[in-house]
């Protein structure tokens, strides 16, 4: 993996502490590593079709849930949110449509 992908810097901008998420990019997938010891919200940004993928790990070490929730109206595979509840599970979703996310692995 090529260093931290760009939605990494988005979620660091938005003030997402460093230490509970970390980020790498390759290709078109990017990993967002969580290590929370709370729950923690992570925003997608809105979907557009690009075809881009991410995938999201709760860290075996983290103690708390990892909620994802989509932009707006759009959806991750139909719901507003998924998330992410014990420490060790991990997705993948991908941007196939304007306003739809979809799991692609679980």
């Known amino acids: 993996m090529a260093g931290e992908g760009y939605y ?3 979620l660091k901008a938005a003030g997402v502490d460093s230490s509970i998420v970390q980020g790498q990019f390759a290709s078109n997938l990017e990993l967002i590593r ?3 010891t709370g729950s923690i919200s992570i925003p997608l940004l ?3 079709g690009s075809g881009n993928m991410l995938c999201f790990k709760n860290r075996p070490t983290s103690t708390g849930s990892v909620t ?4 707006g109206s759009d959806t991750i595979d139909g719901m507003a949110s998924f998330t ?3 420490a060790g599970d991990s997705c993948t979703i ?3 449509a304007v306003g739809e996310w979809e799991i692609t692995s679980q």
Do not use: E, F, Q
């Open 8 to 10: 990494y810097y988005l």
């Open 84 to 86: 992410l509840a014990r």
């Open 68 to 71: 994802i929730t989509a932009n």
């Open 94 to 96: 991908a941007d196939v």
């Open 34 to 36: 969580c290590l929370s």
């Open 46 to 48: 809105p979907a557009t």
